[in-house]
């Protein structure tokens, strides 16, 4: 695997120069700084299984069960 950081229309090897004949390239962009947010999709294989249990407005445990999540 080689690297590379790209600004301003410069592209600079890191670890130097790679030797690279004419290739094919799948290029990944990652911006310094600029983390997005992960987002996690379920899988499909649960699909029609999960039910609710309760009322969609109020929730189904005491407010007071819910624990501290800090």
Do not use: C, F
Request: no cysteine.
């Amino acid at each position: 695997m080689h690297q590379a950081y790209y600004e301003n229309g410069v592209l600079t090897w890191l670890g130097g120069r790679q030797p690279i004949g004419p290739a094919r390239l799948l290029l990944t962009v990652k911006e310094d700084g600029v983390v997005g947010p992960i987002r996690r999709l379920p899988s499909p294989r649960v699909a029609g299984k999960g039910r609710t249990l309760g009322d969609l407005i109020q929730p189904i445990a005491e407010e007071k069960d819910w624990g501290d999540k800090n």
